[in-house]
């Protein structure tokens, strides 16, 4: 590990996971329904009709959880609150959430362990869903409500907070292509609920400040770099879509106050109208906040294609290209280019890479391993990379991997092991790969 060089003494090394990929216990501790509860319960949205139900039984079994925190010797763990345990149907308090989540960094502060808070990981109250969700523009209102409560409980004890993660895939990809909660196919609405979710985000900032809250807040986006097939101008103009859609429709009205001209374009046949982006809209989605989370998994080579989907693109890979189980290419030198890009386009504000990781087909041997070399060449060339950027003067300032444990991957259910942890779901057991170990010598030797 020596060949690599020495992150910055002050570099956050940590793991990142959220409520419903890993609590379980759905129906306890006061928790009401989210929209991820009835659209996994519903046939045919997830992989072999699997839920959310247990997971990683992380409820019950957060201490021993933590204690691999400990063990792994990461300095901050990113965690998420379920809405859906913090607040009941009225809008009330629900104290047994409250309670539950102070156990958890009361279990943190023993384990030396910071935590980062993600206010909102996808597991929206159903009840809201019911409304319009992230449709309805009052669902901003709730969310800054949700968000105070949580500022006003926690804020002596958390100072790094996420207002949202990856709202592209929770507007995209639930109310867009359908695949994710709420499992709708209707882009005037996927438009809409971009909009709210980032509307959400800014008044969010702007009650963390009105509230005089010590600590920092700001937003994880998924990001990537997206190539052109060829060196043709149709594939040329197929890349400049795919980033507008992926990276500049929330990256610009974040740091620059405006929506992409050609992205507005591009969905303008899919939609009734743009009048729902009201006066001081976007004022407010541009308040200033602390840092910036990027997601980082993949780059995307897109080659033009007008007959197909709304972005006109098919996305291409190289027949020797490595990939992970996802189907997604392992691309290291695409991270270094991204962060240099945010850095050199849009802002100096400190960045964390909130999520990366990769998935693989990992198995238990004979002899109770989980030997997931491929992940510990992943995590190596990526980190390599994010050490590059620095080098080269990216504000990046923190590492979170995805994950610390197996868990429920969404609509492909528990399909996909992203974990440094294998997680056998019959039993709960928790068993290190080789990644963990990995991690554990990494972290060791950069902290020396």
Known sequence: MSEMGRF?????????????????????GGRIASHWD??????????RGETGDVACDYYHRYRDDVALLRELGVSSYRFSFAWPRILDEGGQVNSRGIDFYHRVI???DQAGVTPTATIYHWDLPQWIANQGGWVNRDTVNY?????QVLFREYGDRISRWITHNEPWCQAFLGYGYGVHAPGHANWDEAVKASHHLLLSHGQAVQAFRALGQKGDVGISLNLNVVDPASHTDEDYGAARRGDGFQNRWFLDPLFLGSYPADIMDLFRPHMKDYRFIQPGDLDTIATPMDFLGINYYSRAVLKDAPQEGILRTRGVLAPDAPMTAMGWEVHPASLYRLLMRINRDYTQLPVYITENGAAYPDVVDHGGRVHDLDRVAFLKAHLK???????????????YLWSLMDNYEWAEGYSKRFGLIYVDFESQQRIWKDSAV???????QQYR
């Open 385 to 399: 990379s994010a050490l590059d950027a620095i080098s080269d003067g990216s504000t990046l300032q923190g590492y």
């Open 143 to 147: 969310f800054v409500d949700y968000a």
């Open 438 to 444: 990995w991690y554990r010598e990494f972290i060791q």
């Open 8 to 28: 910055p003494d002050d570099f956050v090394f940590g793991v990142a996971t959220a409520a419903y990929q890993i609590e379980g216990a759905v129906g306890e």
């Open 106 to 108: 009361d279990e943190l």
């Open 38 to 47: 009835t659209f996994s319960h519903t046939s045919g949205h997830t992989y």
